[in-house]
């Protein structure tokens, strides 16, 4: 049995609450709560306590109402380590048990201190890797902390890419327009100020979660997978394990064309939603590399799908009828266990399913496609919104292709078995 | 029509189809009774135009909800289920049994009357989109007992 010093922070997350509000006369109540939340907190915190049982992970928690929450550690798909800003302040961190399923059933080791967290963690993942694989760890030891930085953002770039990102492009076109109307009539401008308000916050809120989350983040690999390190306020550190990685996709916004720049994104299993997402954020996949070169970006690709195709086939000619914009994008192409389809209208994404990562197939074909003889293949996956899709294919072609994906997907699927 | 060769196709049961017309018709037949009593209430000729058209709106309808209904298939091969369907956008899904998440059993109001129920495969993928309405009630539960045994004997997570 070991004593569990959780939630600490738990009573240092209100703090902020103090400095909110503020306003001195009826600020009193709000002392109370925050007092009542404290003491809570601190109860808690007290009265949990975690232990390695076997497999599992219990925790126990609650005063009044004893819970006892029990975490099979062969289920875990990855732990971060999350420091938020307080708590970094006090020299505290949380460990974060992500499981499969989108329940946001994750476990919260919450607050450590800080020299505690990572050869708990590190023990934590030996332990999930040898309840996954039914047999003991071998006797040797893995060198620790044996990381190869592959990929680092300069800050001047990701300002620069979240200048020209959609999000940027809407907060600025916010605030170029209450300058403007600032300098036609001031009185004006008040009037949408108040009216604006919740846009212009909540344009705010998605530029800075941006930045926050990903400055200065370095990809780095370790020998169980890439290391995500990154953040402005909380320092985040996430272990993608490459059996873990629904899609990847690799997005050249039209802006950033000339450039040759591009940003890597992916789909993750179990990515549990985090606590002060809204839902302009839910369908966001983790983004890998915020921006950086294509050479770089393949690079990254090739670690987390390694037999990706190398060659694409573009769409039949007759596509340009139907998707005029697309048509120079389109293209597909397979190994035996991956497929990478690429699309878009003015800018082009490029995206990568592993076979044995595919749910479902469909077969789709629209009244335009009939005409022109074409038809759309889907493949679709557990993640949220990379799906590869072989879009505007001959019809044929479209038929045989499902059957054969349908093959190579089972096979790919009882292989990793 | 089919796009896969060698396959067996199961059809949706033939009550399916009534199902749907009624579907039509009874709003069809609404309207048409209330425009006909207003019609002859307040005298205008335009009510009883309105009455005619939504007639022959309705069975105007008619051959393309038989066509939707032929449309509907499903076939269980060793591995996976193929459910196909639509005729403006045809679609053909695969989804193999080791995927399946859960299965769905629903009968609506109507559905009930006719002794009908709707068979929905659920997979990891929110995509996944393979529905089989208008089942006889028995054929809905062999077939989810069936994909229920074949699905955990080839489970493959996620």
Redesign the interface.
């Given at each position: 049995m070991r004593g569990g010093r959780l939630t600490i922070g738990l009573a240092i997350l209100f703090l902020p609450a103090v400095f909110g509000g503020g306003r001195a006369s009826d600020s009193y109540p709000q002392l109370v709560v925050i007092a009542v939340l404290v003491f809570a907190g601190f109860v808690s915190w007290l009265v949990t306590r975690w232990r390695i049982e076997g497999d599992d992970l219990h925790i126990e928690t609650g005063l009044l109402r004893r819970r006892s929450v029990r975490f099979p550690l062969s289920q875990v798909q990855a732990i971060d380590v999350v420091r938020p800003g307080l708590a970094r302040m006090f020299r505290v961190a949380e460990l974060r048990l992500r499981t499969?399923g989108s329940s946001g059933a994750a476990a919260r080791l919450a607050y450590l201190p800080e020299h505690e967290v990572e050869p708990l963690r590190d023990r934590l993942l030996a332990l999930a890797r040898t309840a996954r694989s039914g047999e003991p760890e071998q006797g040797e030891e893995r060198p620790a902390a044996e990381e190869r930085v592959l990929a680092r953002v300069p800050t001047g770039r990701l300002v620069f890419a979240i200048a020209t990102s959609g999000t940027g492009a809407v907060a600025e076109l916010i605030l170029v327009g209450f300058v403007i109307g600032y300098v036609v009539s001031p009185a004006a401008a008040a009037g949408i100020l108040s009216g604006g308000a919740v846009w212009i916050l909540g344009a705010g809120t998605a530029v800075w979660r941006r930045f926050n989350q990903l400055y200065r983040q370095t990809v780095s690999e370790g020998p169980d997978g890439l290391h995500l390190h990154g953040g402005l306020v909380a320092l985040t550190t996430e272990v993608i394990r490459p059996g873990r990685v629904?899609a990847v996709r690799i997005v050249e916004p039209f802006v950033w064309r000339p450039l040759g720049w591009c940003r890597v994104e992916i789909d993750l299993?179990g990515r549990q939603r985090r606590k002060g997402e809204g839902r302009a954020e839910r369908g966001q996949l983790r983004t890998l590399l915020p921006v950086g070169d294509l050479e770089l970006a393949y690079e990254l690709v090739d670690r987390l799908v390694p037999e990706r195709p190398h060659e694409l086939q573009p769409a039949p000619r007759r596509a340009a009828w139907k998707s005029p914009l697309r048509y120079g994008k389109l293209g597909w192409g397979r190994t035996e266990s991956c497929v990478a389809t690429r699309s878009g209208r003015l800018g082009r994404v490029t995206s990568w399913v592993p076979l044995e990562?595919a749910?479902?197939?469909?077969?789709?074909?629209?009244?335009v496609q009939?005409r022109l003889r074409l038809a759309s293949v889907?493949v679709?996956?557990?993640?949220r919104s990379v799906?590869a899709t072989l879009r505007d294919r001959d019809a044929g072609e479209a038929?045989r292709t499902?059957?054969e994906l349908?093959t190579l997907?089972?096979a790919a699927?009882l292989s990793?078995? | 029509m089919s796009h896969v060769e060698t396959e067996e196709w199961r059809r949706p049961s033939p009550r399916l189809l009534r199902l749907r017309r009624l579907e039509v018709a009874a709003p069809a037949v609404l309207a048409v009774v209330a425009l006909a009593v207003a019609g002859g209430v307040t005298g205008t000729a335009a009510a009883y135009g309105a009455a005619a058209a939504a007639a022959l709106a309705a069975a105007g309808l008619s051959p393309f909800v038989a066509r939707r209904y032929r449309s509907w298939g499903y076939a269980e091969r060793e591995d996976d289920l193929l459910v196909r369907r639509g005729v403006m956008f045809s679609r053909l899904s695969v989804v193999p049994y080791g995927r399946m998440q859960f299965i769905d059993v629903t009968a609506g109001p109507l559905e009930r009357m006719l002794g009908l129920a709707t068979v929905r495969l659920h997979t990891a993928a929110a995509a996944t989109d393979a529905r089989i309405p208008g089942l006889e009630r028995e054929e809905a539960e062999r077939l989810r007992d069936r994909l229920a045994e074949l699905g955990e004997a080839q489970a493959a997570g996620l």
């Open positions: 499969a629904q299993a990562k749910q479902s197939l469909r077969w789709v074909q629209g009244p009939r889907h679709d996956t557990a993640g799906h038929t499902l059957a349908a997907a089972r699927r990793r078995r | -």
